[in-house]
């Protein structure tokens, strides 16, 4: 099984970005302890802070089995990532690190939820650990 992670605007920044929502620790470092946790599953990383690119990605999902997204801001703003999570087969979850909800009322609109097979919010970095659960089990 091969999956990717898609993350987007700023989260190359976990680790130092708001460590008081995002938590200290960044995403590569999480990444191996991922890798560790699934030695079955084959994880790719992709992060872009720029919108097409990140369209593009979701573009190769044939090479996947499933997605896991985190459009970070773009979630709150991008019809185009969502038509390109409509235009393709393969699973995709809906990740954040933060619970959007109990934030700022401009998070509480994800034009992805609507799109995704499912989505997992605020559970901190655990938010990709169950995304990966959901698309294993
Ligand atoms: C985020 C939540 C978004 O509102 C924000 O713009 C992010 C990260 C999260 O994972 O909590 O950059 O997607």
Redesign the pocket.
Known sequence: MKITIIN????NLLGSRETN??GSQNFETYLDSLRTSFPKIIIEYFQSNIEGEIINKIHESKEFDGIIL???????TSIGIADAVKSIDCKVVE??????FS??EY?HNSFLSPVVDGII??FGLD?YRLGIESLIN
């Open positions: 987007g605007p700023n989260l929502i995002y985190n459009a970070a801001a773009y979630t709150h990740v954040h690190i933060s619970n959007t934030r700022e998070r919010i605020g938010s």
